[in-house]
């Protein structure tokens, strides 16, 4: 009887058990973190897409009116995100995330909000 070699049998149940990388046309920025709460930005190049997605405790914070049926906002309700406006910036300052939120949006934090 032929015996599979040992490192044949680990290696796939390591790539099962391995969490999947971001594809190569996406990219990400936690804007915030904190306390079990969260808003993360995601690029897909090659989709063209972009959009936020919002933990239930934040968006709950936001007046109801502009609360999206999701927790995913897409480019065109960004806006919404200004209620949230000192918060991403104390988190992406202290996080030294700067260099990568002004590659992503192509503009400073200020400019951002600002264009919202």
Same mark, same amino acid.
């Given at each position: 009887?032929?015996e599979?070699?040992?490192?044949? $049998?680990?290696?796939?149940?390591?790539?099962?058990?391995?969490?999947?990388?971001?594809?190569?046309?996406?990219d $990400?920025?936690?804007?915030?973190?904190?306390?079990g709460?969260?808003i993360?930005?995601?690029?897909?190049? =090659?989709?063209q897409?972009?959009?936020?997605?919002?933990s239930?405790?934040?968006?709950?914070?936001?007046?109801?009116?502009?609360?999206?049926?999701?927790?995913?906002?897409?480019?065109?309700?960004?806006?919404?995100?200004?209620?949230?406006?000192?918060?991403?910036?104390q988190?992406?300052?202290?996080? =030294?995330?700067?260099?990568?939120?002004?590659?992503?949006?192509?503009?400073?934090?200020?400019e951002?909000?600002?264009?919202?």
């Amino acid at each position: 009887m032929n015996e599979i070699p040992f490192e044949f $049998c680990i290696e796939p149940a390591i790539q099962i058990f391995e969490p999947m990388p971001l594809d190569m046309d996406e990219d $990400c920025i936690a804007l915030y973190e904190g306390d079990g709460e969260y808003i993360h930005y995601v690029r897909h190049y =090659g989709a063209q897409v972009e959009f936020i997605v919002v933990s239930d405790g934040l968006i709950g914070q936001l007046p109801e009116w502009l609360r999206p049926s999701s927790r995913v906002f897409v480019r065109k309700n960004f806006y919404a995100l200004k209620q949230f406006r000192a918060e991403i910036r104390q988190y992406v300052i202290e996080s =030294g995330q700067n260099r990568h939120f002004s590659y992503l949006f192509q503009s400073s934090l200020g400019e951002f909000f600002d264009d919202l």
